[in-house]
Structure formats: C-alpha cells, structure tokens
T-cell receptor, first 116, second 114 residues
C-alpha cells in the first residue's frame, strides 16, 4: 500500500493566521482525501482532491476556509485559513490504494493543530 | 446518504475477556467496510476490511469481523483482549463507485482493565 508523508506533524498557531499542511505520497494516486478530527471526535471528510481539477468539498466546508492544491499525482496541500480556536483539530490526508490486487485507504500520520 | 452507527461510545472490559464492538451502516447497495484502530496520540491503523467473498474477515492483532448484509452490520470481535488493545476503534464504509470516500462512525473507546 501507499506510504504517506504528512507535515508538519504538529503546530501551534495564532488566531487569524493560516497554516498549510503538505501530503506527499510515494506513488501516483488519483484521489486524495482530507479529513478533520476534532478533539474526542471521529473523522469528518473535508474534501476530495483530484489532480487537475477543483477539489470537491463536503457540506459545511468551503474553499475560502480550506483551500486545497493538487498539482500532481503524488502531492497535495490543505490550507487552514484565518484560523480560530475552533479549528484546533487533527488534520489527516488519505489516499485510496489499489495496488497489488488489494484495495483500501492509507492515512498520513496527521497534523495536530492548536490555535491560540 | 451513507451513514455509519457505532452505538457504544465506550466499552469497558476486563483483560482476557471477549469483546464485541458494534457497527451498523445504512446502504442499499454494495459497500466496502473497514475497521481502523487509533492508539492514543497516534494515527489510524487498518485492522481489517471486507470487500467481497467470505463474510468472516480476520485482521491483525487477533481481531475479526463478520459482515451481515441482511442486518447491515459489521461487528468487530476479539475472543480475549489485552491491556494493549485499549484504543479508539472506528468503523468506516466506502460507498464505492465514483465517490470512493470513506465515511466514519463516531468511534468506540475500548477500555481494557486489569
């Protein structure tokens, strides 16, 4: 299965600023997914990013707040804009893996964001 | 829309006892089903998955799950738990087709006590 490198692993940011999270995959993948895990909560899908097209956002998430780039088949970034304490969460990227006759989803190790 | 229900937010159990974590999903079409484990302050690790074929799926760390289409369930079981199994367990479903996103349940905290 694919291996994902996600960074930064954690950050503490001032409210009103923005943070860009990067995900690098060791193989080419069609779709990348960005999730948010709020403290003590489950994972909620933010958006799906396909290379060469606009990301598709889930209900409750907008591009102005969470702009996503997908410049090629191995890389994506998620920006958390104009941050407030409510944005304190773990952000994870994920890819769909279909290699080797298997199917599944691989996750990055996550970015633990604290907004103060 | 697809949804996943994990009715138990927390399951306390004594070490070496059996455990079952429940998961139900809503779907009228074929889906792929997954169980992930998240240890404290760590990322997500795949425990097991059901794609097709045998309804009894065996995963890592002695866990297994049974897919029941008529009851739209995918309960996770382990015959004898260890302290090290203490973690958050998430059930997830992928609707498949063009929208291959994973939808997660709310999670169940398995708290193993000595």
């Amino acid at each position: 299965s694919a291996v994902i490198s996600q960074k930064p692993s954690r950050d503490i940011c001032q409210r009103g600023t923005s943070l860009t999270i990067q995900c690098q995959v060791d193989s080419q993948v069609t779709m990348m997914f960005w999730y948010r895990q709020q403290p003590g909560q489950s994972l909620t899908l933010i958006a799906t990013a396909n290379q060469g097209s606009e990301a598709t956002y889930e209900s409750g998430f907008v591009i102005d707040k969470f702009p996503i780039s997908r410049p090629n088949l191995t890389f994506s970034t998620l920006t958390v804009s104009n941050m407030s304490p409510e944005d304190s969460s773990i952000y994870l990227c994920s890819v769909e893996s279909t290699g080797g006759g298997s199917y599944g989803y691989t996750f990055g190790s996550g970015t633990r964001l604290t907004v103060v | 829309a697809q949804s996943v229900t994990q009715l138990d937010s927390q399951v306390p159990v004594f070490e070496e006892a059996p455990v079952e974590l429940r998961c139900n999903y809503s779907s009228s079409v074929s889906v792929y089903l997954f169980w992930y484990v998240q240890y404290p302050n760590q990322g997500l690790q795949l425990l097991l998955k059901y794609l097709s074929g045998s309804t009894l799926v065996k995963g890592i760390n002695g866990f297994e799950a049974e897919f029941n289409k008529s009851q739209t369930s995918f309960h996770l079981r382990k015959p004898s738990v260890h302290i090290s199994d203490t973690a958050e367990y998430f059930c997830a479903v992928s609707p498949g087709g063009a929208t291959n996103k994973l939808i997660f349940g709310t999670g169940t905290l398995l708290a193993v006590q000595p």
